[in-house]
């Protein structure tokens, strides 16, 4: 089976008609008749059923044709993707920098990107997640990290990491590394004053922590607020209370925090962790930005979880 098998075979599936498929391919009818009967040969089985009038795809062929479809647009991604690096592909991409996902999710996009594209220049735009859906919208920056869902029509997004929740508390004498692997649950917290995220449009940090602790019984006691990670967690070091965060705050090591993972049973799957995602906006994506996401698709399924990210 090679590729133009499977362009043969495409173009007979999408025309049902030899004659036509064959002047698609620049090729005369025999010469793709017989590249489509020496597929069948090889699958062993029918890919088509034909007679002097018609053309039907059997299941097989149906099962086949979605496969090539796939494999041929790969192909097809990755040649234009090698010719935009033979030419050597220019330009700046602006990206959002900031929060938990410059911890290790944008190094290791950045760099396997650089390592493929070393012609683009990367801009960092420091600023915290809750401020990259408003700066991809006026298009202050290209590409960001935001936490889903966005509900914004005017840009797309792409999940790149779901992680689990933690509850960040003041440490207090007696804490040792057992207590640091318990669970504690929301009930637990109640009476507890919270530190949050300041609330932004499509953030929802403060939302989700009123509805979590709605189910465990209670309304939180929200005292204090902050627009990034290091400052909330800033402020619990401080005493002045509590806050549920991803699981990569851990990542900070922030003096007299102590981090318990949050138990989440019976809390519904949409509260019980967070998903971030690269979010961009497609009427202003420039080739070297456009370079970037194909890069971050490639590259999503490796970016794993917390608990497997950094052992």
Same mark, same amino acid.
């Given at each position: 089976?090679?590729?133009?098998?499977?362009?043969?075979?495409?173009?007979?599936?999408?025309?049902?008609?030899?004659?036509?498929?064959?002047?698609?391919?620049?090729?005369?009818?025999?010469?793709?008749?017989?590249?489509?009967?020496?597929?069948?040969?090889?699958?062993?089985?029918?890919?088509?059923?034909?007679?002097?009038?018609?053309?039907?795809?059997?299941?097989?062929?149906?099962?086949?044709?979605?496969?090539?479809?796939?494999?041929?647009?790969?192909?097809?991604?990755?040649?234009?993707?090698?010719?935009?690096?033979?030419?050597?592909?220019?330009?700046?991409?602006?990206?959002?920098?900031?929060?938990?996902?410059?911890?290790?999710?944008?190094?290791?996009?950045?760099?396997?990107?650089?390592?493929?594209?070393?012609?683009?220049?990367?801009?960092?735009?420091?600023?915290?997640?809750?401020?990259?859906?408003?700066? =991809?919208?006026?298009?202050?920056?290209?590409?960001?990290?935001?936490?889903?869902?966005?509900?914004?029509?005017? =840009?797309?997004?792409?999940?790149?990491?779901?992680?689990?929740? *933690?509850?960040?508390?003041?440490?207090?004498?007696?804490?040792?590394?057992?207590?640091?692997?318990?669970?504690?649950?929301?009930?637990?917290?109640?009476?507890?004053?919270?530190?949050?995220?300041?609330?932004?449009?499509?953030?929802?940090?403060?939302?989700?922590?009123?509805?979590?602790?709605?189910?465990?019984?209670?309304?939180?006691?929200?005292?204090?607020?902050?627009?990034?990670?290091?400052?909330?967690?800033?402020?619990?070091?401080?005493?002045?209370?509590?806050?549920? =965060?991803?699981?990569?705050?851990?990542?900070?090591? *922030?003096?007299?925090?102590?981090?318990?993972? =949050?138990?989440?049973?019976?809390?519904?799957?949409?509260?019980?962790?967070?998903?971030?995602?690269?979010?961009?906006?497609?009427?202003?994506?420039?080739?070297?930005?456009?370079?970037?996401?194909?890069?971050?698709?490639?590259?999503?399924?490796?970016?794993?979880?917390?608990?497997?990210?950094?052992?």
């Amino acid at each position: 089976m090679d590729l133009r098998q499977l362009r043969y075979l495409l173009a007979t599936a999408e025309e049902l008609n030899f004659t036509r498929a064959a002047a698609r391919c620049n090729v005369s009818q025999p010469p793709l008749s017989r590249a489509i009967a020496q597929l069948e040969d090889e699958v062993g089985a029918r890919l088509f059923m034909r007679d002097s009038h018609n053309v039907v795809l059997t299941k097989a062929g149906e099962s086949l044709v979605d496969d090539a479809r796939r494999i041929l647009d790969m192909v097809d991604r990755g040649m234009e993707r090698a010719r935009r690096v033979a030419t050597g592909l220019k330009g700046t991409v602006s990206i959002g920098f900031g929060g938990t996902p410059a911890y290790w999710l944008w190094p290791m996009l950045i760099r396997a990107f650089r390592a493929s594209v070393p012609d683009v220049e990367i801009r960092f735009v420091s600023m915290p997640v809750l401020r990259q859906i408003e700066a =991809l919208r006026e298009n202050w920056i290209d590409v960001g990290i935001v936490r889903l869902p966005v509900h914004d029509e005017m =840009l797309q997004t792409m999940l790149l990491h779901r992680e689990s929740l *933690i509850v960040a508390l003041p440490a207090a004498a007696g804490d040792d590394e057992a207590d640091a692997q318990r669970p504690i649950g929301m009930a637990a917290l109640s009476g507890r004053k919270f530190v949050t995220y300041s609330p932004s449009r499509g953030f929802n940090y403060n939302a989700d922590l009123r509805a979590l602790c709605r189910l465990a019984g209670f309304e939180p006691e929200i005292v204090q607020e902050g627009m990034t990670t290091e400052a909330v967690l800033g402020m619990v070091a401080c005493g002045e209370g509590v806050a549920v =965060l991803p699981a990569d705050a851990m990542r900070l090591h *922030i003096q007299d925090v102590v981090f318990r993972p =949050l138990d989440v049973a019976g809390i519904p799957e949409s509260l019980a962790s967070v998903e971030f995602a690269l979010a961009w906006n497609p009427a202003s994506l420039s080739p070297a930005a456009r370079e970037l996401v194909e890069h971050a698709e490639r590259l999503a399924p490796l970016c794993l979880p917390l608990q497997q990210a950094i052992r």
